[in-house]
C-alpha cells in the first residue's frame, strides 16, 4: 500500500514539475517537429515528445510544393488528423496545417485593421479575384474604390467584364471586411482601404471653392471628376448639379476627358460633392423676359416620366405637359414622340417653382 501511495506522490510531482511529460496532442493541434524519412508514399515525423508522425501519400500531393523542398532533418509544421492510427502514428496533415496557419495571419491582418497590397489574378462578373497568404479571396464590384468603380460599374453590362478584366495583373491596396474560414470566405474592399486617405485629402478643400478637374467617369446618378491639383481626389456631381434644366443622361453634358469648373457644395466623410450649375447665373430668375402665359411655344420632347412630359424649349428652359391633358400616359404616347417638336402653348410661368406648364396646340 505504501508502495503505491508513493508511486501516486512521486507522479502527482511530476505532473506539478513536469507537466511536459504527460502533454498529448489532439485532432486539430498544430506540431511542430523534423523529417526522420522521406518516400514517394510517406514521411515520417519525429514529433518528440508526441512519438512519431506520418503523411501519407495523399497529403503529399496536396502539399507537393512544400514536399519538394523537404529533406530529413528539415524542420516542418503540420496539423494532426489522427491521434493513434491504425500503424501507431500520429496521422498528419500538411496542407491543412498550411491553410490554418494562413487563416491565423489572415486573421491577424484583419484585427490590425490596416491597408495591405494585393495583386489581382482573375476577375468574374461580380469582381475581382485575389490571393492572400495562399487563400483565394474575393473583392465584389461594389467594394471598388471611387478610382475603378465608374469605369467599371456605369459600363453596360456587356462591357463590364472587358472593365475589370484591364484590372487583371493590377496591385491594389484593401482591407479585409469578411473572413470565414469554415465557409472559406475571403471578402476585401478597396473602398474600405481608401477612405481614410481620402478623408485626409479632403481636408484640403472647403465648401464653396471652385475647382478645376477632369471627368473621369460618367454613371447614371452623376459624373465623378478628378482633381487637377491632386488626381488622387475625386469629387461627386449629382445629376441634379449639371444644370438647371432635367438631365436624364449625364452624357448629354459631360463624357470622360472633359476638363470643367465646378464648386465644392459639400465634404462629408471624405465625401466632396460638386456642382456645375451653382457657377452658371440662375435662368429662372429672368425667366419672365423670355416666357409668359398664352405664348406659343415650340418645343421638342425630351424626355416622359410618370407624371407628363418634359420639353426642351431652348437651350436653357424645359417646359412641363402633365399627363392628364391627355387623359392618361398611353395617350399622351399617342400625341407626343421623344424627340420630335411640336407647337405649345404656355399656361403659366413659376419662377418660384422653376416650373414652366405647357398644353399641347390643339
Same mark, same amino acid.
Given at each position: ?26 485532432? *486539430? ?5 523534423? !523529417?526522420?524519412?522521406?518516400? +514517394?508514399?510517406? #514521411?515520417?515525423?519525429?514529433?518528440? @515528445?508526441? =512519438? ?108 463590364? *467584364? ?5 484590372? !487583371?495583373?493590377?496591385?491594389? +491596396?484593401?482591407? #479585409?471586411?469578411?473572413?470565414?474560414? @469554415?465557409? =472559406? ?115 421638342? !420632347? ?61
Amino acid at each position: 500500500m505504501n508502495i503505491v501511495k508513493n508511486g501516486m506522490l512521486i507522479l502527482t510531482q511530476l505532473a506539478k514539475t513536469s507537466p511536459q511529460i504527460f502533454s498529448s496532442v489532439k485532432v *486539430g493541434d498544430i506540431v511542430e517537429g523534423s !523529417v526522420l524519412d522521406k518516400s +514517394s508514399r510517406a #514521411i515520417l515525423v519525429n514529433l518528440g @515528445r508526441h =512519438g512519431t508522425g506520418v503523411v501519407y501519400r495523399g497529403e503529399l500531393q496536396n502539399a507537393r510544393e512544400l514536399v519538394k523542398s523537404l529533406e530529413v532533418g528539415s524542420p516542418i509544421h503540420a496539423k494532426v488528423i489522427e491521434v493513434d492510427n491504425d500503424d501507431g502514428f500520429v496521422e498528419l496533415s500538411l496542407s491543412e496545417a498550411g491553410k490554418q496557419k494562413a487563416w491565423g495571419e489572415v486573421d491577424e491582418l484583419r484585427g490590425k485593421d490596416e491597408a495591405f497590397t494585393i495583386k489581382i489574378t482573375g476577375f468574374n462578373k461580380g469582381g475581382l479575384i485575389a490571393n492572400v497568404k495562399g487563400i483565394p479571396a474575393f473583392l465584389p464590384v461594389s467594394q471598388l474604390a471611387a478610382d475603378h468603380y465608374p469605369k467599371a460599374i456605369t459600363a453596360e453590362r456587356t462591357e463590364i *467584364g472587358s472593365a475589370l478584366q484591364k484590372l !487583371v495583373g493590377e496591385e491594389i +491596396s484593401v482591407k #479585409i471586411i469578411d473572413a470565414n474560414p @469554415r465557409a =472559406g470566405k475571403l471578402i476585401l474592399s478597396e473602398k474600405e482601404a481608401t477612405e481614410i486617405s481620402s478623408r485626409e485629402l479632403a481636408k484640403n478643400y472647403e465648401v464653396g471653392q471652385t475647382v478645376d478637374g477632369v471627368v473621369s467617369g460618367v454613371a447614371d446618378f452623376g459624373v465623378f471628376v478628378k482633381f487637377v491639383d491632386n488626381p488622387a481626389v475625386e469629387g461627386l456631381i449629382h445629376v441634379s448639379e449639371l444644370d438647371y434644366r432635367i438631365v436624364e443622361n449625364p452624357k448629354d453634358v459631360v463624357k470622360v476627358d472633359d476638363v470643367v469648373k465646378a464648386k465644392i457644395v459639400d465634404i462629408k466623410e471624405g465625401k466632396i460633392s460638386l456642382s456645375l450649375k451653382a457657377l452658371k447665373p440662375d435662368p429662372w430668375m429672368v425667366v419672365a423676359n423670355k416666357y409668359g402665359e398664352n405664348q406659343e411655344v415650340k418645343g421638342k !420632347v425630351y424626355m416622359f416620366n410618370p407624371f407628363g412630359a418634359i420639353v426642351n424649349l431652348d437651350e436653357t428652359y424645359q417646359g412641363y405637359v402633365h399627363v392628364t391633358e391627355f387623359g392618361g400616359a398611353e395617350e399622351m404616347r399617342k400625341h407626343l414622340t421623344i424627340g420630335k417638336e411640336y407647337s405649345f402653348v404656355v399656361d403659366a410661368v413659376k419662377p418660384q417653382e422653376r416650373k414652366i406648364t405647357l398644353k399641347l396646340k390643339k
